[in-house]
Protein backbone atom coordinates (compact mmCIF):
# COMPACT_ATOMS: atom_id res chain seq x y z
CA UNK A 1 0.00 0.00 0.00
CA UNK A 2 1.04 3.73 -0.46
CA UNK A 3 2.79 5.24 2.35
CA UNK A 4 0.26 6.61 4.20
CA UNK A 5 1.11 9.82 6.92
CA UNK A 6 -1.63 11.05 9.00
CA UNK A 7 -1.12 15.23 9.57
CA UNK A 8 -3.10 17.32 12.21
CA UNK A 9 -2.60 20.75 11.24
CA UNK A 10 -2.74 22.84 14.90
CA UNK A 11 -4.69 20.48 17.10
CA UNK A 12 -6.36 22.30 19.90
CA UNK A 13 -7.38 19.51 22.66
CA UNK A 14 -4.48 16.96 23.62
CA UNK A 15 -7.27 14.16 24.42
CA UNK A 16 -8.54 14.32 20.11
CA UNK A 17 -4.29 13.72 19.67
CA UNK A 18 -3.77 10.54 21.88
CA UNK A 19 -7.47 9.63 20.47
CA UNK A 20 -6.33 9.94 16.57
CA UNK A 21 -3.15 7.62 17.80
CA UNK A 22 -5.35 5.12 19.05
CA UNK A 23 -7.40 4.42 15.87
CA UNK A 24 -4.98 5.13 13.60
CA UNK A 25 -3.01 1.80 15.19
CA UNK A 26 -6.77 0.24 15.61
CA UNK A 27 -6.56 0.25 11.90
CA UNK A 28 -2.35 -0.45 11.27
CA UNK A 29 -1.55 3.23 10.79
CA UNK A 30 1.73 4.46 12.63
CA UNK A 31 2.44 7.38 11.05
CA UNK A 32 1.46 10.46 12.74
CA UNK A 33 2.34 13.90 11.91
CA UNK A 34 2.08 17.19 14.16
CA UNK A 35 1.84 20.76 12.79
CA UNK A 36 2.47 23.60 15.49
CA UNK A 37 0.39 20.66 18.24
CA UNK A 38 -0.65 21.99 21.71
CA UNK A 39 1.02 20.52 24.80
CA UNK A 40 1.22 16.60 24.98
CA UNK A 41 0.70 15.26 28.41
CA UNK A 42 -0.45 12.39 30.71
CA UNK A 43 -3.99 13.02 28.93
CA UNK A 44 -2.87 12.52 25.35
CA UNK A 45 -1.26 9.42 26.24
CA UNK A 46 -4.20 7.92 28.78
CA UNK A 47 -6.42 8.72 25.51
CA UNK A 48 -3.59 6.39 22.98
CA UNK A 49 -4.29 3.86 25.61
CA UNK A 50 -2.08 1.14 23.47
CA UNK A 51 -0.94 3.76 20.90
CA UNK A 52 1.38 5.16 23.26
CA UNK A 53 3.94 4.56 20.46
CA UNK A 54 2.68 6.29 18.02
CA UNK A 55 2.43 9.13 20.14
CA UNK A 56 6.19 8.47 20.91
CA UNK A 57 7.04 8.19 17.47
CA UNK A 58 4.74 11.59 16.21
CA UNK A 59 6.97 13.86 13.73
CA UNK A 60 6.59 17.58 14.96
CA UNK A 61 6.93 20.07 11.12
CA UNK A 62 5.68 22.13 9.91
CA UNK A 63 3.44 22.04 6.54
CA UNK A 64 5.96 23.54 3.92
CA UNK A 65 8.15 20.23 5.04
CA UNK A 66 4.53 17.84 4.31
CA UNK A 67 4.17 19.81 0.59
CA UNK A 68 7.96 18.79 -0.23
CA UNK A 69 7.81 15.51 0.70
CA UNK A 70 4.41 14.34 -0.46
CA UNK A 71 3.60 12.92 -3.93
CA UNK A 72 -0.26 13.46 -3.00
CA UNK A 73 -1.73 15.61 -0.48
CA UNK A 74 -4.97 15.28 0.48
CA UNK A 75 -7.31 18.06 2.53
CA UNK A 76 -9.86 16.82 4.42
CA UNK A 77 -12.72 19.56 4.87
CA UNK A 78 -16.50 19.77 5.93
CA UNK A 79 -16.84 23.29 4.22
CA UNK A 80 -17.52 22.55 0.84
CA UNK A 81 -17.36 24.88 -2.54
CA UNK A 82 -21.45 25.13 -4.35
CA UNK A 83 -20.18 26.09 -6.89
CA UNK A 84 -17.90 25.37 -10.44
CA UNK A 85 -16.57 28.66 -10.41
CA UNK A 86 -14.80 28.89 -6.52
CA UNK A 87 -12.97 25.68 -7.12
CA UNK A 88 -10.38 25.84 -4.40
CA UNK A 89 -12.80 23.48 -2.27
CA UNK A 90 -14.29 21.25 -5.27
CA UNK A 91 -14.14 18.62 -6.72
CA UNK A 92 -14.50 16.71 -3.59
CA UNK A 93 -14.66 12.93 -3.20
CA UNK A 94 -15.87 10.06 -0.13
CA UNK A 95 -13.51 8.53 1.91
CA UNK A 96 -14.51 5.35 -0.01
CA UNK A 97 -13.90 6.93 -3.94
CA UNK A 98 -10.72 8.20 -2.11
CA UNK A 99 -9.65 4.68 -1.02
CA UNK A 100 -10.14 3.80 -5.11
CA UNK A 101 -7.93 6.83 -5.98
CA UNK A 102 -4.75 5.64 -4.80
CA UNK A 103 -5.20 2.50 -4.27
CA UNK A 104 -2.66 1.80 -7.20
CA UNK A 105 0.22 4.28 -6.04
CA UNK A 106 3.50 3.58 -4.63
CA UNK A 107 4.51 6.81 -3.17
CA UNK A 108 3.64 9.07 -0.25
CA UNK A 109 0.09 10.42 0.58
CA UNK A 110 -0.22 12.88 3.12
CA UNK A 111 -3.78 13.75 4.67
CA UNK A 112 -4.41 17.12 6.09
CA UNK A 113 -6.95 17.08 8.77
CA UNK A 114 -7.67 20.65 10.32
CA UNK A 115 -7.87 22.61 13.80
CA UNK A 116 -10.97 21.83 15.78
CA UNK A 117 -12.62 25.03 16.07
CA UNK A 118 -12.37 26.02 12.14
CA UNK A 119 -10.43 23.26 9.91
CA UNK A 120 -7.92 24.21 7.89
CA UNK A 121 -7.66 27.24 6.15
CA UNK A 122 -8.41 28.41 1.72
CA UNK A 123 -4.10 28.60 1.63
CA UNK A 124 -3.78 24.66 2.53
CA UNK A 125 -6.50 23.55 1.18
CA UNK A 126 -5.88 25.20 -2.09
CA UNK A 127 -2.12 24.09 -2.19
CA UNK A 128 -3.44 20.23 -1.72
CA UNK A 129 -3.98 17.82 -4.68
CA UNK A 130 -7.53 15.95 -3.61
CA UNK A 131 -10.52 17.16 -1.08
CA UNK A 132 -12.14 14.43 0.90
CA UNK A 133 -14.86 14.91 3.08
CA UNK A 134 -17.07 12.83 5.01
CA UNK A 135 -21.23 12.15 4.37
CA UNK A 136 -22.23 13.44 7.38
CA UNK A 137 -26.37 14.47 7.92
CA UNK A 138 -26.97 18.45 7.51
CA UNK A 139 -28.27 18.58 11.28
CA UNK A 140 -24.73 18.26 12.61
CA UNK A 141 -22.27 17.93 9.90
CA UNK A 142 -18.79 18.83 11.29
CA UNK A 143 -17.57 15.11 12.23
CA UNK A 144 -14.81 15.31 15.73
CA UNK A 145 -11.43 15.47 14.49
CA UNK A 146 -10.47 11.73 16.08
CA UNK A 147 -13.78 10.20 14.40
CA UNK A 148 -12.54 11.66 11.47
CA UNK A 149 -9.05 10.33 11.23
CA UNK A 150 -10.97 6.87 12.43
CA UNK A 151 -12.91 7.08 8.91
CA UNK A 152 -10.31 7.76 6.60
CA UNK A 153 -8.36 5.10 8.70
CA UNK A 154 -10.94 2.14 8.47
CA UNK A 155 -11.83 2.93 4.67
CA UNK A 156 -8.04 3.37 3.40
CA UNK A 157 -6.84 0.32 6.04
CA UNK A 158 -5.62 -2.97 4.01
CA UNK A 159 -5.06 -1.06 0.55
CA UNK A 160 -2.49 -3.93 -1.43
CA UNK A 161 0.70 -2.63 -2.39
CA UNK A 162 0.57 -0.32 -5.02
CA UNK A 163 2.98 -0.08 -8.24
CA UNK A 164 3.14 2.76 -10.12
CA UNK A 165 5.81 4.91 -9.22
CA UNK A 166 4.32 8.46 -9.02
CA UNK A 167 6.16 11.71 -9.98
CA UNK A 168 8.26 12.45 -7.34
CA UNK A 169 6.87 16.23 -4.94
CA UNK A 170 10.38 18.25 -6.84
CA UNK A 171 9.29 16.97 -10.00
CA UNK A 172 5.24 18.47 -9.77
CA UNK A 173 6.53 20.83 -8.29
CA UNK A 174 8.94 22.07 -11.36
CA UNK A 175 5.47 21.37 -13.63
CA UNK A 176 3.80 23.45 -11.63
CA UNK A 177 5.82 26.28 -12.16
CA UNK A 178 6.02 25.65 -15.90
CA UNK A 179 3.07 25.88 -16.39
CA UNK A 180 2.63 29.52 -14.30
CA UNK A 181 5.33 30.27 -16.39
CA UNK A 182 3.10 29.30 -19.43
CA UNK A 183 0.27 31.38 -18.08
CA UNK A 184 2.19 34.34 -18.64
CA UNK A 185 3.29 33.17 -22.13
CA UNK A 186 0.08 33.20 -23.51
CA UNK A 187 -1.09 36.62 -21.51
CA UNK A 188 -3.55 34.38 -19.07
CA UNK A 189 -5.25 37.36 -17.42
CA UNK A 190 -3.85 37.95 -13.66
CA UNK A 191 -6.99 38.01 -12.03
CA UNK A 192 -7.90 34.52 -13.31
CA UNK A 193 -4.26 33.25 -11.94
CA UNK A 194 -4.87 31.78 -8.68
CA UNK A 195 -8.26 30.19 -9.75
CA UNK A 196 -6.67 28.68 -13.01
CA UNK A 197 -3.54 26.83 -10.92
CA UNK A 198 -6.20 25.56 -8.31
CA UNK A 199 -8.65 23.89 -11.01
CA UNK A 200 -4.90 22.58 -12.65
CA UNK A 201 -4.36 21.52 -9.51
CA UNK A 202 -7.55 19.60 -8.83
CA UNK A 203 -7.04 18.25 -12.08
CA UNK A 204 -3.60 16.76 -12.03
CA UNK A 205 -3.83 16.12 -8.68
CA UNK A 206 -6.30 13.13 -9.48
CA UNK A 207 -4.54 12.12 -12.27
CA UNK A 208 -1.59 10.53 -10.08
CA UNK A 209 1.17 11.17 -12.72
CA UNK A 210 4.14 9.52 -13.30
CA UNK A 211 7.40 10.48 -14.08
CA UNK A 212 7.00 10.28 -17.23
CA UNK A 213 3.88 11.48 -18.15
CA UNK A 214 5.17 14.86 -16.49
CA UNK A 215 7.86 14.77 -18.77
CA UNK A 216 5.24 14.12 -21.90
CA UNK A 217 3.42 17.70 -20.70
CA UNK A 218 7.17 19.72 -20.61
CA UNK A 219 7.82 19.07 -23.69
CA UNK A 220 4.41 19.63 -24.92
CA UNK A 221 4.38 22.84 -23.39
CA UNK A 222 8.39 23.41 -24.60
CA UNK A 223 7.21 22.58 -28.26
CA UNK A 224 4.06 24.83 -27.56
CA UNK A 225 6.85 27.49 -26.22
CA UNK A 226 8.54 27.52 -29.37
CA UNK A 227 5.57 28.51 -31.01
CA UNK A 228 5.42 31.63 -29.36
CA UNK A 229 9.02 32.56 -28.72
CA UNK A 230 11.56 33.05 -32.12
CA UNK A 231 14.61 31.13 -32.10
CA UNK A 232 16.43 34.71 -31.44
CA UNK A 233 14.76 35.35 -28.25
CA UNK A 234 12.42 37.62 -29.36
CA UNK A 235 8.61 37.29 -28.62
CA UNK A 236 6.33 37.28 -31.27
CA UNK A 237 3.99 39.69 -32.03
CA UNK A 238 1.11 38.85 -33.71
CA UNK A 239 -0.70 37.00 -31.03
CA UNK A 240 -4.77 37.42 -31.64
CA UNK A 241 -5.35 37.66 -28.28
CA UNK A 242 -5.96 40.73 -26.15
CA UNK A 243 -6.39 40.66 -22.88
CA UNK A 244 -8.51 44.05 -22.76
CA UNK A 245 -11.25 41.56 -24.66
CA UNK A 246 -11.50 39.66 -20.90
CA UNK A 247 -14.52 40.36 -18.54
CA UNK A 248 -12.93 41.26 -15.22
CA UNK A 249 -16.33 40.64 -13.45
CA UNK A 250 -16.23 36.48 -14.96
CA UNK A 251 -15.70 34.71 -11.11
CA UNK A 252 -14.47 31.61 -13.40
Given at each position: ?13 E ?11 N ?16 E ?19 L????S ?30 R ?42 I ?86 V??D ?20
Amino acid sequence: MPRIRIVLVEPLYEGNVGFAARVMKNFGFTELVLINPCPLTIEAYARASHAKDVLEQAVVTDLEEIFSTSNIVIATTGALSKSACHPIRMPFYSPKELREMIADIDGTISILFGRENWGLNNDEVRRSDIICTIPSSEIYPIVNLSHAVGILCYELANIPKGEIALASPEEMTHLYAHIDEYLDLVDHPRFKRESTMTLIRRIIGRCNLTWREATTIHGLLRRSEWRFVPRDGSPKTDSKYDPKDTDSNDPC
